[in-house]
């Protein structure tokens, strides 16, 4: 694998639909933000559907599923969730390139912690094997340990996501901030030496992403959505998007 390569962009539309469910309105347009996404360069769209349906609703999922298939066919569509025998029919019938596996309970705000290894690959093992005997890449949403890769890599996975948040959360701690990111640094040399593929995700943003690249210059994929929203709010999605390609070493 080469040392460098520019990463991949997924934007996350929870943040979108949020917005949208507070009203019993359709707009924001769900589809349609994702659309200005892709236009503006985004590599995909990802999404996590919770069985509250509080920010994406399972209606939402054709309708992105369309439009990638009819205006952005060399996008990928990732799909993030606990891997409930009703999330893994979801997936089967909305074939994303991309399952992400997360260790959600459905009563969480948001994802707060990577699978734990030891006690879950055994779970993990046929479920990834389920998914990717449909096509789909599948990665493993994982802490930044790097003694966890070795148990992650033999569940059959692709890649694993590594769970930025501690890192992001540190934005006012630059010393915190630092350790962090050799967390996810060392992490994430343990899982390519594995021949894993690395993916990154949960409170990025313009400012900690460039780090974050410069430590992991192999790093294949971020998943961003509340940080890039809040930019979007103030520069346009179009103009956020271009922003963070060039923080991901594309030409834009």
């Not at 990463?7 to 929870?14: A, E, Q, R």
């Not at 399952?99 to 734990?116: E, I, K, N, Y």
């Not at 040399?189 to 409170?203: K, M, S, V, W």
Request: charged share 25%; glycine share 8%; net charge negative.
């Amino acid at each position: 694998m080469s040392d460098t390569v520019p990463t991949k962009l997924s934007v996350n539309l929870n943040a979108i639909a949020l917005l949208r469910n507070r009203r019993d309105l359709p707009w924001p347009s769900v589809t349609g933000i994702g659309q200005q996404a892709l236009a503006a360069g985004a590599h995909g769209l990802t999404v996590h559907p919770r069985p509250d349906e509080r920010h994406i609703r399972f209606s939402d999922l054709p309708e992105i599923r369309a439009l990638m298939d009819d205006g952005f066919p060399d996008a990928e569509f990732n799909i993030e969730g606990y891997p409930s025998e009703a999330f893994l029919q979801l997936v089967e019938r909305m074939q994303p390139e991309q399952a992400t596996l997360v260790p959600d309970d459905p009563r969480q705000a948001t994802s707060d912690h990577g699978w734990d290894f030891h006690r879950d690959g055994a779970l993990l093992k046929p479920i990834v094997a389920r998914l990717k005997n449909q096509g789909m890449r599948v990665a493993l949403f994982a802490d930044a340990n790097a003694e966890h890769m070795q148990l992650a890599a033999h569940t059959g996975a692709d890649r694993v996501e590594l769970y930025t948040g501690p890192y992001g959360g540190s934005f006012d701690n630059p010393s915190r901030q630092a350790a962090a990111l050799e967390l996810l640094g060392s992490a994430g040399d343990a899982a390519r030496a594995l021949g894993l593929e690395i993916n990154a995700g949960h409170d990025l943003t313009l400012d900690n992403l460039t780090a974050l690249k410069k430590r992991l210059p192999f790093l294949r994929e971020v998943s961003i959505g509340h940080g890039l929203t809040a930019d979007a709010l103030q520069f346009g999605m179009a103009e956020t998007v271009k922003r963070y390609l060039r923080v991901c070493g594309h030409d834009v």
